[in-house]
């Protein structure tokens, strides 16, 4: 048994514990709702001295570092790529295909009739090239170079991807092979990332066959099963497209 003043002691430990419990969440709200607030002014406030946007500045880049999407992922030189890169997944593509007659079919979200796009309005955009890392979720993985234009160039140059009379995008995008035989679905923020390519070449050579041709995507922040090869149709939605490998039972959402 304790005496009185053990016990009225043990009180204003529980006491003290309580309140400094207290303290910690209530400073914990309060920053996190400052930083809101803080996130939310203007940047071009002018009520915010020049050090104190450096410091915001720099906690945004960390934030985007580890948090965001435009992490880039990592580049390495051409002399790293493969010479012969390995070939994965025929699903497709099984079919010769007439490269000359091959077109990308849009289809419209609101039901209208499709849109048809040719290698040429592909290539009409500026070419970039990318030196990366491919990881294939089966456990292999392999430095590949691969050629084509960038898939946010694409959907700007042709007004693709937006609402209807709004600035808003899709949640996604749907890609399927020309038979519809395999098919994926891609988060709009994954497909906006700057090295997310249509791509048309590899190690600067038109696409065989088997790597997709004559256009397939390139997606470095997601597995090599969200790379579809020899793109046919494309549309856009704000449910999750169909997608091949989910439908057996692999994560929809495949990021790096
Ligand atoms: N059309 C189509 N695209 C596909 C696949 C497929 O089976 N069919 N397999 C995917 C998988 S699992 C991988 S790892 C990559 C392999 O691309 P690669 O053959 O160019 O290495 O293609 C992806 N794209
Ligand atoms: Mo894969």
Redesign the pocket.
């Known amino acids: 048994m304790k005496n009185n003043i053990e016990q009225w002691s043990d009180k204003k430990i529980q006491r003290r514990t309580f309140f400094s419990f207290a303290g910690f969440i209530l400073a914990g709200i309060s920053g996190w709702f400052s930083w809101k607030w803080y996130r939310n002014l203007p940047k071009t406030n002018h009520k915010l001295d020049q050090t104190t946007r450096n410091v915001l500045g720099f906690n945004e880049k960390v934030k985007d570092k580890f948090f965001s999407n435009n992490n880039m992922t990592r580049t390495y030189p051409k002399t790293s790529a493969a010479k012969r ?9 099984q079919d010769n295909i007439d490269v000359e007659k091959w077109q990308l079919e849009v289809i419209s979200p609101s039901g209208k009739p499709s849109t048809y796009f040719q290698m040429q309005d592909i290539k009409s955009l500026p070419k970039e090239e990318i030196v990366f890392d ?5 456990g ?1 993985d ?1 430095v ?1 170079h691969y050629g084509g234009v960038r898939f946010s160039d694409f959907l700007k140059k042709y007004n693709l991807g937006k609402k209807e009379g709004s600035n808003e995008w899709y949640k996604y995008v749907g890609l399927e ?1 020309p038979d519809a ?2 098919y ?1 679905g891609l988060d709009i923020e994954s497909v906006l990332h700057p090295q997310t390519l249509l791509c048309f070449e ?1 190690n600067n050579q038109p696409l065989p066959k ?3 041709a004559p256009l ?2 390139i997606i470095p922040v997601k ?8 793109i046919g149709k494309m549309y856009f939605s704000d449910t999750p497209p169909r997608d ?2 989910h439908e057996l039972g692999y994560d929809y959402d495949v990021t790096l």
Do not use: A, D, M
């Not at 597995?223 to 020899?230: A, E, F, P, S, V």
């Open positions: 890169p390995r070939l994965n997944g025929f699903v497709g593509i491919f990881k294939c979720i089966e292999w392999q590949v092979t035989k395999y994926v590899v088997f790597h997709g397939r995507l597995y090599g099963i969200k790379n579809l090869k020899r091949y490998w």
